[in-house]
């Protein structure tokens, strides 16, 4: 990695004897990882408005979720800021939670010390649900190190995430803090600047959360064979999202299949404790229960991979796809179900080549993949960064001859149009040629 960081004068590059450093007029860059890929705010004037402007002007991924009809003290947050949501109320506490939640740090900009009213409790809340809270005056650039301790909080906040965050934007609004707001377009404005260095547009982080095309898919690797003694395993890469699928076969099914002839296939899913970057992920297994999320997604990966199966030509035994998430950036789901099919597809070439098959019991191939709306754009397979803001967010699971197997579909916020769900339906079918595309035909 290199280092990302802007001082304001060679004496504080001196005092932490930081090398390799540019120095233009009385300002000094030192460079080394970008820590943001989006910038959020809840449009209020003053701090808000300010780090709005900053990443308008720059160009840079932003988002936001506003008050019902777009509510500010000085009347409606301005149309420019098109990437911006509604919430579903004018309340001005829940758009701040929700910022705060879907964001990985906030950072509060305040020219006073003792924070008041909702600056506090955005802090407050921040601290209640154990969320990375930075405060900082962006009018006092000469307190030595105060530029310093900024980026080397978000540096921290980053590498814990695992990647460049969202980060949200709080503080005064402009009639407490006259001068907060340019105040504020300044000091973002460095921040966005920094992860640019000398020319340079961020790392590969940032790079996939803001430059990829709205109908690009991340890029994707599927490693066949991956592990010894699995009758199917895959290694399957998709962009930051890494999970390992395995297969393993019994002769046995169900209680409810016994004497039928029938087979049976099956999913489990977990996430390996170290990956997300949101510290430690406690184990199913130390909590005796498996988590909601868990278990709707096993759920619906065993149903996907099933559709894809004759179970009547399986005979009485089952095939059961393991799904171990070792490093998580947005869309676990479709590509355990993606990774599921090829080991799905591998244990079955195996069978036939035993003997223990006749013939595939294959219908047709599974793959899935998701779709959303982020920023008021129809967007093809969601990382976190957008995932974490978007406004839809779709998973389609099809078969290889353009049939549905099952749609995910939640609002997030706003209801949505059928207009919008054919347009993101047609998104997702793109992505899903391609993808079909990418995977080995059936070995069997």
Not at 85 to 92: D, K, L, M
Not at 304 to 326: N, Q, W, Y
Not at 395 to 411: F, H, L, S
Request: hydrophobic letters at 40%; charged letters at 25%.
């Amino acid at each position: 990695m290199t280092w990302l960081l802007i001082l304001e004068t060679p004496e504080i590059a001196k005092k932490f004897k930081l090398p390799h450093c540019q120095t233009a007029g009385n300002s000094l860059k030192y460079s080394r990882m970008a820590t943001i890929a989006k910038i959020i705010s809840g449009g209020q004037t003053g701090a808000d408005r300010g780090a709005l402007e900053a990443a308008l002007k720059a160009g840079f991924p932003y988002g936001g979720l506003v008050p019902l009809g777009r509510l500010a003290e000085d009347g409606r947050i301005p149309a420019r800021f098109k990437a911006l949501a509604e919430a579903e109320t004018a309340n001005y506490r829940f758009r701040t939670k929700w910022n705060v939640e879907h964001s990985d740090a906030t950072l509060i900009l305040s020219f006073s010390d003792a924070l008041e009213g909702g600056t506090q409790r955005t802090r407050q809340y921040c601290m209640n649900i154990k969320k990375p809270v930075f405060v900082d005056n962006p009018a006092s650039p000469a307190k030595e190190g105060n530029r310093y301790a900024v980026f080397k909080w978000l540096e921290a906040v980053a590498r814990k995430h695992g990647g460049a965050i969202v980060l949200n934007v709080a503080g005064s609004r402009e009639s407490k803090a006259p001068g907060l707001e340019a105040a504020a377009r300044e000091y973002i404005a460095r921040l966005i600047a920094a992860q640019c260095p000398f020319g340079i547009k961020g790392n590969e982080n940032m790079k996939k959360a803001s430059s990829r095309k709205c109908d690009q898919l991340r890029p994707i690797e599927f490693i066949r064979d991956f592990t010894k003694h699995a009758a199917g395993s895959v290694l399957v890469k998709w962009g930051d999202t890494w999970v390992l699928c395995t297969a393993s076969v019994e002769s046995k099914v169900p209680p409810f299949l016994k004497g039928t002839g029938k087979g049976w296939v099956t999913a489990e899913y977990s996430m390996l404790p170290s990956s997300t970057g949101h510290g430690r992920k406690e184990r199913d297994i130390a909590k005796l229960k498996l988590d909601g999320r868990t278990t709707e997604i096993q759920r619906l990966i065993g149903r996907s991979l099933r559709a894809a199966v004759a179970l009547d030509r399986l005979g009485e035994r089952t095939i059961t796809i393991d799904c171990d998430v070792l490093q998580a950036d947005g869309g676990t789901r479709c590509a355990s179900i993606t990774g599921g099919m090829l080991a799905l597809e591998d244990a079955i070439a195996k069978m036939i080549v035993t003997g223990e098959l006749a013939e595939s019991p294959l219908r047709h191939r599974i793959a899935a993949v998701s779709v959303g709306v982020c920023g008021g754009k129809p967007t093809l397979d969601l990382d976190y960064a957008h995932d974490s803001t978007a406004e839809v967010d779709l998973n389609v699971i099809m078969t290889d001859d353009g049939r549905y197997v099952e749609i995910q579909g939640t609002a997030e916020r706003e209801p949505f149009s059928e207009e919008t769900f054919d347009d993101l339906r047609a998104l997702a079918r793109k992505g899903l040629k391609r993808i079909f595309a990418m995977t080995a035909p059936c070995r069997c």
